[in-house]
T-cell receptor, first 112, second 116 residues
Framework: KQEVTQIPAALSVPEGENLVLNCSFT??????LQWFRQDPGKGLTSLLL?????REQTSGRLNASLDKSSGRSTLYIAASQPGDSATYLC???????????FGQGTRLTINP | EAGVVQSPRYKIIEKKQPVAFWCNPI?????LYWYLQNLGQGPELLIR????????DSQLPKDRFSAERLKGVDSTLKIQPAELGDSAVYLC??????????????FGEGSRLTVL
């Protein structure tokens, strides 16, 4: 059974810092990995999708990497802003099992 | 292009009452998911549809939960009777699926249920 872990559970940093969020998964036979952002009381917004054959994806100040062999992904946020404050969730899917298994999320606070 | 639409956004009911949630996926997305999210947790799958067929409902508590997607487009999730422990956010998501797309999921805003 796939298990997804996100560490730390919460992170608080001053504005302007670069930061890394971590995601690990137990079964490396994944189809893709997706990072989401969730604001309080809102749904999930897709940030980046990495296919199993890819090593990284970039969107603006966000960069996500994938290392299947070690069962890890990182989400790098450059030059953090207060508007980046949210919960960040990673999720993985398997070929043939078209569902996402989620981590518990990292609650990020960017202090002005 | 419209995203995934869910209603109601909020619902407060007393225990043992029924409740229903509605979801309209992104146009053209044949795969539809219902997820349950408890406070401080990641979402967990309840049921997945491929068109009108429920292909994965292993996590759906069938004694009180039911779902349908009769025409392969919008879907309804029902709870009857509701229990205190059902208080959570019910999220709907859709995707093109892995055969025709990347498998990327798009979520609605969710329906927050409070059972008193």
């Amino acid at each position: 059974k796939q298990e997804v872990t996100q560490i730390p559970a919460a992170l608080s940093v001053p504005e302007g810092e670069n930061l890394v969020l971590n995601c690990s998964f137990t079964d490396s036979a994944i189809y893709n990995l997706q990072w989401f952002r969730q604001d309080p009381g809102k749904g999930l917004t897709s940030l980046l999708l990495i296919q199993s054959s890819q090593r990284e994806q970039t969107s603006g100040r966000l960069n996500a990497s994938l290392d299947k062999s070690s069962g890890r992904s990182t989400l790098y946020i450059a030059a953090s802003q207060p508007g980046d404050s949210a919960t960040y969730l990673c999720a993985v899917s398997h070929q043939g099992a078209q569902k996402l298994v989620f981590g518990q999320g990292t609650r990020l606070t960017i202090n002005p | 292009e419209a995203g995934v639409v869910q209603s109601p956004r909020y619902k407060i009911i007393e225990k043992k009452q029924p409740v229903a949630f509605w979801c309209n996926p992104i146009s053209g997305h044949n795969t539809l998911y219902w997820y349950l999210q408890n406070l401080g947790q990641g979402p967990e799958l309840l049921i997945r549809y491929e068109n009108e067929e429920a292909v994965d409902d292993s996590q759906l508590p069938k004694d009180r939960f039911s779902a349908e997607r009769l025409k392969g487009v919008d879907s309804t999730l029902k709870i009857q009777p509701a229990e205190l422990g059902d208080s959570a956010v019910y999220l709907c998501a859709s995707s093109l699926g892995m055969r025709t797309g990347t498998g990327e999921l798009f979520f609605g805003e969710g329906s927050r249920l409070t059972v008193l």
